[in-house]
C-alpha cells in the first residue's frame, strides 16, 4: 500500500524531473489547485486524515514550495536547449 509520505515523495521527484526536463514546474502545481477546485465544486469535503494521498489543495502548496526551488532557472542548459532544438529542426 502507498502511503501520504510516498505520494510527497513522488511529488517532490516528479517536480525535480520536470525542472530538469526544462519544464515550468508553476504550471505544474496550479494542476492540483485545479483538482482542489474541482473537488470543492463537486462539495467534497475530503480532508486526508483517511486517504493515501494528500488533499490536492495541500499537494498544490507542497509542489508550489518546491517549484520555487526546482524549476527550469536552476538547469543552466534549458536557457539554451530550445534554441539548440529550434537550430535543429530547421
Partial sequence: ????????????????????????TKKGAKVFWRMHEYDESQGSTKKD????????????AFIQEIADDENLKKYSYCNTLGKRIRRALT
Fill in 49 to 60: 486524515l483517511m486517504s493515501s494521498h494528500p488533499a490536492s489543495e495541500g499537494r498544490f
Fill in 1 to 24: 500500500a502507498h502511503s501520504r509520505s510516498n505520494e510527497t515523495e513522488a511529488d517532490e521527484l516528479g517536480c525535480k524531473l520536470a525542472a530538469m526536463a526544462c519544464y515550468d
